[in-house]
Structures are given as C-alpha cells and as structure tokens.
C-alpha cells in the first residue's frame, strides 16, 4: 500500500491519455491514485488523485523513480502507424518499464491486440514489436494479464465516430470487399472493467476481448446510414482495390485508415467473442450510434432496434 498517496494504491498507467486510458481513470476504483505517463495530459487527468508525467515513453532512460511506490503497472500505449525505428524505440522504453517492474514484483497488465492474418504478424512492425512486447511481459516472471480487445469503441474514437462523420458528409462511403465479414466492437468502458479487475487479479492469462454482438461489417454501416436519415451509397471496391486505395490514402497522409487495418478487416478475423470473466452485460454498439447520430444531425435519432448479428 502506497502510504504517500493518501493511502491509496498506486498505478502507474503508460498511455493513459488515449480512449481506452480514458476509460480506465473513470472506471478505477477510489482506492486507487494514478501516476499517468504520456506526452499530453487528458482532460480528466486534473483529478487530485492523478499524478501527471509528461513524457514519451520511448524517451524514458531510467524508470525506477516512476515506479517507486507503485502497486500495480498498465500499459495501453502503441502506435497505430510509423517507420520500424519508431515501434523499437517504444518497445525498448516499454521493456525497461518491465525490467523496473520486474525489480520491484510489480504486477503488470498489457493491452494488446487480436491475432492477425499471418503475414501481417510475420511483416508489420506495428504486430511484430507488439508481440515481442506480450512475450516479455509473459515470460517476466511477474503477475500479469494481456488483455487483446477487438475494434474499440467510445466517445471520440478514430473507429465508429469517424465512420458516422463521413457517412453524413461524403455523398459516397468505400464498402471494401463485399461487407460481409465480421466484427465485434466493445465499448471502451467494458474493457477499461476488465482491465481494472486484472490489476486487482492479475490471471496470468491472455484475453481475447469482443463485444456482446458479432455483426457483418455491412449490416452496421447500414445502420449509420439509416441513423442519419441517409439512403446507403456505396462506393463498391474488390479486395484489391480496397487495399490499394488505403494504400494510396496512406502514402499521401491521411491517418484515418491504414491499409493494414483494411486488410485486418477484410481476413474476418475480427468478429470475436465476449470474454467469460466479465461480469455483467457488455454494452451494445446500438445505444452509442444512436447517440453519435444524434450529436452530429441535432435531432432525435430514430429507435430501429438491434442489428442483426451476423455469427
């Protein structure tokens, strides 16, 4: 127990600035302070029990005055895109993290993320640090958990909200392949839950994590069309030349989809299960859509039910 934080237990969190680290602030119990590492401070980071450090974790040499006095170690942070050069230097950071951990016996608990087409896990840097990373946190010798959620979604996600914005302001939307593969989105505060109860007691275990439905792709860009008051228009595009357009908005720039992620989706490897060990209903990606639609036309958005699941 960490005496100097009012009593209170002690987490450190690496990457608590995104909307998964969000999530885990409002759903850690009371009894825990917070010592946040990432470059910008979150809005909710401003709560007394919340020890800001600004820093990139890459950049952090010697890890033993943050860790000291902590109880328990969480790190959601990764890159969705960049150079190999950027993941290695975030995988070193994060792997002195785990040495100053290891140290102290400090339970560790990893976010991380669902197996991949295999060649992706082979070639991308983004997968190949990755799991590099879970390995060293599973061979550590320490209490852990690595908790892998399928496609996130909340409040300012880069996932559902932004599909939603430019359904209502494009005159077309890009169906890659034929829509029917699946997924499985979880709300961000269901896996902040799971997370919070792995820091309480650590499975020594990797989880895959789905949300409480598994829908074809189609059936839910449907959905935010009908939300939006909007006939669905689609610009059909074959396997290939829905790679080759990602792979074209990439190298001009653009943030909002990485070929990769197309590929990710088009292999249907995406539609995965809820977890057993989370008690209580997982919220349903119905209720937010309805909301999402709601903030962006300023009306009502009509109740159209439950999607079809598509398992």
């Not at 996600?157 to 029917?180: H, K, N, Q, T, W």
């Not at 020594?204 to 839910?220: C, L």
Request: glycine share 10%; with cysteine; net charge positive.
């Amino acid at each position: 127990m960490n005496e100097s934080h009012g009593g209170r237990r002690l987490l450190l969190a690496g990457g608590g600035g995104g909307l998964l680290g969000r999530a885990v602030l409002s759903a850690l119990p009371s009894e825990w302070s917070i010592r946040s590492v990432h470059r910008r401070a979150a809005p909710n980071e401003s709560a007394p029990r919340v020890e800001w450090v600004p820093s990139d974790l890459a950049a952090v040499r010697d890890w033993d005055p943050i860790v000291t006095d902590c109880d328990a170690v969480l790190n959601v942070a990764w890159y969705r895109w960049g150079p190999p050069g950027r993941f290695q230097s975030l995988s070193e950071g994060l792997a002195r993290l785990l040495a100053a951990a290891k140290l102290r016996g400090i339970p560790v608990v990893q976010v991380s993320v669902p197996s991949a087409p295999p060649h992706l896990e082979r070639e991308l840097p983004y997968l190949v640090y990755k799991r590099r990373l879970d390995e060293a946190v599973r061979a550590a010798g320490l209490p852990y958990a690595i908790v892998r959620p399928s496609l996130l979604f909340g409040p300012h996600d880069v996932l559902l909200g932004v599909m939603l914005r430019s359904i209502r302001r494009y005159p077309v939307f890009p169906m890659f392949g034929d829509g029917g593969y699946r997924i499985a989105p979880v709300s961000a505060r269901d896996v902040a839950r799971l997370l919070v109860h792995q820091l309480e007691h650590p499975a020594n275990a990797t989880f895959d994590v789905g949300g409480p439905a598994i829908y074809r792709y189609r059936d839910v860009t449907d959905r935010m069309y009908a939300l939006l008051g909007k006939r669905p228009r689609y610009w059909h595009l074959s396997n290939r030349g829905s790679l080759r357009l990602a792979g074209l908005l990439q190298t001009l720039g653009s943030t909002t989809l990485y070929a990769y992620e197309v590929e990710w989706l088009l292999s249907d490897t995406l539609g995965i299960a809820p977890t057993p060990i989370l008690p209580g209903p997982l919220e349903r990606i119905e209720p937010f859509l309805e909301r999402e639609a709601s903030e962006l036309t300023r009306r009502a958005a009509p109740e159209l039910g439950p999607i079809a699941e598509g398992a």
